[in-house]
């Protein structure tokens, strides 16, 4: 089995090689940027390929984005993504993709180099290994009430929570007022915000969308 490393530090991307060769795996190309990766990946054509989320130039999403295109080039390659951070919504994106013969896994939990070395064994055989603190993350957020909605009735919905009227909103997202209107039927329907006597439709929706965020 043979695997390319893709992680900018140093000192980290060496151990990584060293537990790999020591339970029998060929390391054969270590790098510190998404474009050596891809260019390592074309030429020397791994198993696997284990790929730190944040490298250079920009520390963002360049492993993400390396990945998504290696995905796509190389549908044979198995690819372990590592994060130092939580986030169920690029692990989904990610996996959506091709979800067999993909890993993500976080750096702070693999404390077993054992387990660790298991888990690219199964990538590169083609299973789907997702760190169970992420997928737990994931599940929480999709079962909060404005998961069920869209990027616009979101984008609508955060205009109505700023005091916005309908022509306001309107104006600010380009829209016509009757859209609006539609999304915001829309948005009291999947927040199960029935019209009635008690409270205000608009006033729920913006306390719901107010209680969300960070």
């Known amino acids: 089995m043979r695997v390319v490393i893709a992680e900018d530090l140093v000192l980290l991307r060496d151990g990584i ?5 020591a339970h029998g795996i060929e ?8 474009g050596a990766l891809v260019e390592a990946v074309a030429s020397l ?37 590592l994060s130092h951070a939580i986030d169920p919504q690029l692990a989904l994106e990610l996996a959506a993709r091709a979800p067999r013969g993909f890993g993500y ?38 079962r909060t009430p404005l998961a069920q909605l869209s990027g616009r009735e979101l984008e609508v919905l955060r205009e109505l929570a ?11 997202l380009f829209l016509s007022e009757r859209t ?20 205000n439709r608009r006033v729920r929706a913006a306390l719901t969308w107010l209680a969300e965020q960070p």
């Open 17 to 21: 090689a060293r537990a790999l060769a």
């Open 27 to 34: 390391v054969v190309g270590c790098v510190g940027d998404a």
């Open 45 to 81: 054509r791994p198993d696997a390929a284990i790929v730190d989320v944040r490298m250079p130039p920009t520390f963002t999403d360049e492993g993400a984005r390396a990945t998504l295109l290696l995905r796509e080039r190389f549908p044979d390659l198995g690819v372990l993504v």
């Open 105 to 142: 896994l976080l750096k702070d939990r693999v404390i077993d180099v054992a387990a660790f070395v298991d888990t690219v064994r199964a990538v590169a055989s083609r299973q789907t290994v997702i760190d169970p603190e992420v997928v737990d993350r994931g599940l929480a957020a999709r």
């Open 162 to 172: 700023r005091g916005q009227s309908n022509a306001a909103i309107a104006g600010t």
């Open 180 to 199: 609006v209107e539609a999304h915001l039927r829309s948005i009291f329907l999947k927040l199960d915000l029935p019209p009635d006597t008690d409270s």
